[in-house]
């Protein structure tokens, strides 16, 4: 079935003035944003730079990604060439890392005049990505800090400029958090928010009311065996797409089934993920804010003091 990197080639050849943007570009940016532009960060943040150009940049010195599976050069070689993507500029980026504490990264598509995709990273390889994950169940966590002063910056620098912003898995609920507690001036010019497979706001540590302003511009999407998607879900309307891989590996966007400028539905999420989301949930009721701080916070740093700050799957890929 086709996917991400079949609808670049495919769609490639049409601009954003003729097919205006779609879900599936939005699944492009958030995958994009795992990728390490550190290197590109100062030119991005002054002059910018194209997609095309930092893809370029990335096949000659080498990359790194931290994304689930391999972004592989053919992910890249596509948006080098595509007519749609290769002028998208890059205006904003920031990394922010520290190996005991956060793991935070947003970047900027300028993908037509006075159009912009804010793009916020998922948990990447990082020990630490993970720990956050699990701190979102008793606490604020930093990179939602970040994500908010981050989104509240770049809209700033744009002023005649309208916002689509988005994320993978953890990306999603930064995307989610950050809308919701900017202000309204900023929410005004925020046109739709993506959540692609990631939590939602816990309303033990955040009143979730908040989400109220923003509900109408969610487009909630997950494959068929949700999980991550399904941690504190209080989005009434979900998307449910068909993947091709089994279950927690569906939360690889480049599993996801793409027909056209649209993912391929699927009906519901699938019932034996449904029971496995029913059991997180009856863990979570059962632990109060306290033990699960004890926990997450004992169990990862036993891992990171031991040495282990990067999970497995991180790429260095070079073009040798």
Known sequence: MANIIDYIKWRGDLSFDIS????????????????????????????????????????????HCGYMSDLTTDFLNSIVVSQRFSKV???????????????????????????????????????????????????????????????????????????????????????????AMCDEIFKDRITAIYNNDGPDLCDEVINTDVMNSIKDKIIKIVP????????????????VVKADNIAFLQHDILNWNCIGTSFEYATDVNKNADKFNSFVDRILENTDLGKRKEYVNSFFDKIIDAGTTRLPWGKNNRNT
């Open 20 to 63: 205006p943007f779609n879900e599936l570009d939005n699944a492009v940016f958030s995958l994009f944003s795992y990728l390490d532009l550190k290197d590109l960060q100062s030119k991005i943040n002054s002059t910018g730079i194209t997609i095309s150009d930092a893809c370029k940049y990335l096949l000659d010195h080498g990359y």
């Open 89 to 179: 500029m890059i205006l904003d980026y920031i990394d922010l890392y520290h190996e005991k504490k956060y793991q935070f990264s947003s970047t900027g598509f300028m993908y037509n005049d006075g159009l912009m995709y804010i793009a916020f990273r998922g948990t990447d390889d990082s020990v630490v990505a993970w720990k956050e994950d699990f701190m979102m169940s008793f606490s604020v966590i930093p990179a939602q800090k970040f994500a908010l002063d981050f989104l509240k910056k770049v809209i700033s620098h744009h002023p005649n400029t309208d916002f689509i912003v988005g994320g993978h898995s953890k990306g999603g609920n930064l995307a989610i958090y950050s809308c």
């Open 224 to 239: 068929d065996f949700c999980v991550v998607g399904m941690i504190f879900n209080n989005t009434e309307n979900i998307k």
